[in-house]
């Protein structure tokens, strides 16, 4: 999950990292704009862009590719999913 807001630049990078990782490891990406939403905006304004793995948040600010390869095989490994 990606959460993020309409004109956050650091947002947008992690999209373009996010669609490129995706490309290569086949994972869902669900995307929330948390802009109007007093409840998000209170919850993550300030570490945006906040990427969650299966509930869990596993980055802020940026999104390093070879942490989140790593991050996501763990989690697949955990989940009993293939290595």
Do not use: K, N
């Not at 793995?53 to 763990?74: K, Y």
């Amino acid at each position: 999950m990606l959460y993020g807001a309409r004109g956050c630049h650091l947002c947008e990078r992690a999209r373009q990292v996010l669609a490129g990782l995706r490309q290569e490891l086949a994972f869902e990406l669900t995307e929330v704009d948390i802009g109007g939403d007093p409840e998000l905006e209170a919850r993550y304004r300030e570490w945006l862009p906040v990427v969650e793995i299966d509930g869990e948040r596993a980055f802020v600010h940026f999104v390093p590719p070879d942490a989140f390869r790593r991050r996501l095989t763990a989690q697949s490994r955990a989940s009993g999913g293939p290595a």
